[in-house]
């Protein structure tokens, strides 16, 4: 199970971090995700980070503005937002599988139930 949290109102050029904590499952192996989906839209790669740490990805629209990370101690995921744009209001989710790193929602076994993040002009 995955249980995001942290979404909320904030304005434009705010900071927001969002929170997933994993139970029921081996946390330390699964490469973890972030999601997110627009009223309307599909639900799009934000940025993904390694079992260990070490690597991640992300989506080209919140490079250098988003960081991914995670503390395998207390089986969570992080995604630290800065610099928000209204653009980037979405319901996010976070999501996990194991062997590999993907960046298509589909590929992923587990998912959170998502956490509202908007973000005012």
């Known amino acids: 199970q995955l249980q995001a949290s942290g979404g909320g109102l904030v304005q434009a050029g705010g900071s927001l971090r969002l929170s997933c904590v994993a139970s029921?499952?081996?946390?330390?192996?699964?490469?973890m995700g972030w999601f997110r989906q627009a009223p309307g839209k599909e639900r799009d790669f934000v940025a993904a980070i390694s079992w260990s740490g070490g690597g991640a990805r992300y989506a080209d629209s919140v490079k250098g503005r988003f960081t991914i990370s995670r503390d395998n101690a207390k089986n969570t995921v992080y995604l630290q937002m800065n610099s928000l744009k209204p653009e980037d209001t979405a319901v996010y989710y976070c999501a996990a599988r194991r062997n590999f790193m993907p960046t298509v929602a589909t590929e992923f076994d587990y998912w959170g139930q998502g956490t509202l993040v908007t973000v005012s002009s």
């Open positions: 029921g499952l081996a946390f330390s192996t699964y490469y």
